[in-house]
């Protein structure tokens, strides 16, 4: 069953990002198959984020849980393949 977790914040600032990939965290125990994220307003992603994406995808894959990310932003894959992040999520538009 898929798990759709809005994780974002209104404008240019990701504060309210970091938060919910806490969230996303918390309730990937509770999750089976995939879990989906919404990244339709978030524009940059900070430090903080990749730390705490890398959590995440470290216990998805701990629990074979599949992470999609919904709505990137071209410039926030491209952070997230240049830090090495993007193969370890699914894109959808």
Do not use: C, W
């Not at 404008?11 to 309730?27: F, N, Q, S």
């Not at 393949?81 to 999520?89: D, N, Q």
Request: charged letters at 25%.
């Amino acid at each position: 069953m898929a798990m759709a977790t809005n994780i974002v914040g209104p404008g240019l600032d990701d504060l309210p990002t970091v938060p919910g990939l806490h969230e996303a965290l918390e309730r990937l125990d509770s999750v089976d198959g995939e879990m989906v994220l919404d990244f339709t307003a978030v524009e940059r992603v900070s430090p903080a984020a990749l730390r705490a994406m890398e959590q995440l995808a470290a216990k998805a894959q701990e629990k074979s849980v599949r992470l999609v990310l919904r709505g990137v932003h071209v410039h926030v894959y491209k952070v997230l393949k240049l830090v090495r992040l993007a193969p370890r999520f699914s894109f959808l538009n």
